[in-house]
T-cell receptor, first 115, second 114 residues
């Protein structure tokens, strides 16, 4: 009955590698997000998709590429990983961007460590 | 863009006391202000939220107040318990039409001591 799930939970990799994080929500929500939480716990939005359409794209290096094959999935692919990419990445979803209830439900997070 | 400042960064209280966390925002168009609680190693979870057409909202031991004129909002936790220990984040967004872009504060580490 997991609402928002992410895989993998932990990801350890070398600098320069390419990796992907997957996210799925079974809440029937239209909008999904990716957040980055750094070592100081600061949470910052990276991307948002509404029904497979990109609606928010913050100042994120183009090494990061989100992909939404359908509205229940939002994956994050990262090319040429750098030390500074080490963080916890959270996926989230909300009903839709025009909904009265705008609560965002977060996934469990993926801790990425770049060596 | 929106900027949210949050104080204090750490807060230590005795069990049973009250805790208050304050946030200010910069964008007067913001109309939705949620508070999230994040326990160690866990995901952020919504504990309470308030919209710009409301000045105060309460849910059991938790309350939030909003002053639109001053652009600040606060979280109040009464009768604190050890399980309230966590990091609390305030956030602001101009939800409808803005893609629900939440801008988070920098977090407050609350420690409730026995």
């Amino acid at each position: 009955d997991t609402a928002v799930s992410q895989t993998p939970k932990y990801l350890v990799t070398q600098m320069g590698n390419d990796k992907s994080i997957k996210c799925e929500q079974n809440l029937g929500h239209d909008t999904m997000y990716w957040y980055k939480q750094d070592s100081k716990k600061f949470l910052k939005i990276m991307f948002s998709y509404n029904n497979k359409e990109l609606i928010i794209n913050e100042t994120v290096p183009n090494r990061f590429s989100p992909k939404s094959p359908d509205k229940a999935h939002l994956n994050l692919h990262i090319n040429s990983l750098e030390l500074g990419d080490s963080a916890v990445y959270f996926c989230a979803s909300s009903q839709d961007r025009l909904a009265v209830n705008e609560e965002q439900f977060f996934g469990p997070g993926t801790r990425l460590t770049v060596l | 863009g929106e900027n949210v400042e949050q104080h204090p960064s750490t807060l230590s209280v005795q069990e049973g006391d009250s805790a208050v966390i304050k946030c200010t925002y910069s964008d007067s168009a913001s109309n939705y202000f949620p508070w999230y609680k994040q326990e160690l190693g866990k995901r952020p979870q919504l504990i309470i939220d308030i919209r710009s057409n409301v000045g105060e909202k309460k849910d059991q031991r938790i309350a939030v107040t909003l002053n639109k004129t001053a652009k600040h909002f606060s979280l109040h936790i009464t009768e604190t318990q050890p399980e309230d220990s966590a990091v609390y984040f305030c956030a602001a967004s101009w939800g409808t039409g803005g893609g629900n872009k939440l801008t988070f504060g920098t977090g407050t580490q609350l420690k409730v001591e026995l």
